[in-house]
Nanobody, 124 residues
Framework: QVQLVESGGGLVQAGGSLRLSCAASGRTFSSYAMGWFRQAPGKEREFVAAISWSGSTTYYADSVKGRFTISRENAKNTVYLQMNSLEPEDTAVYYC?????????????????WGQGTQVTVSS
């Protein structure tokens, strides 16, 4: 288990950028693959991006590919989601999650630890 806390959400105009951070507690952060998911009101939680244990492999949802970048700094126990060219459709609560699976996963059931979420609102 690992405790996760997201930050960096806020209000931004369409076309703008935000950088989300997810800080993890504990001393074994590097043993977790990480993911970002999002959920809009009345919508199902959906996959956004994932990164492997080592950071060498990343996956992105088609809707964010080319605009979002996931990265991690294991020495800081932190995973990031750089979001560029934001669109109103990106408005959601963004969650980071951790899995012991040592590769990047798109599957929500693989993730056993979840943060509380951070709100991202993109205005048109």
């Amino acid at each position: 288990q690992v405790q996760l806390v997201e930050s960096g959400g806020g209000l931004v105009q369409a076309g703008g950028s935000l950088r989300l951070s997810c800080a993890a507690s504990g001393r074994t952060f590097s043993s977790y693959a990480m993911g970002w998911f999002r959920q809009a009101p009345g919508k199902e939680r959906e996959f956004v991006a994932a990164i492997s244990w080592s950071g060498s492999t990343t996956y992105y949802a088609d809707s964010v590919k080319g605009r979002f970048t996931i990265s991690r700094e294991n020495a800081k126990n932190t995973v990031y989601l750089q979001m560029n060219s934001l669109e109103p459709e990106d408005t959601a609560v963004y969650y980071c999650a951790a899995t012991r699976v040592p590769y990047a996963s798109r599957t929500q059931s693989d993730f056993g630890s979840w943060g509380q979420g951070t709100q991202v609102t993109v205005s048109s």
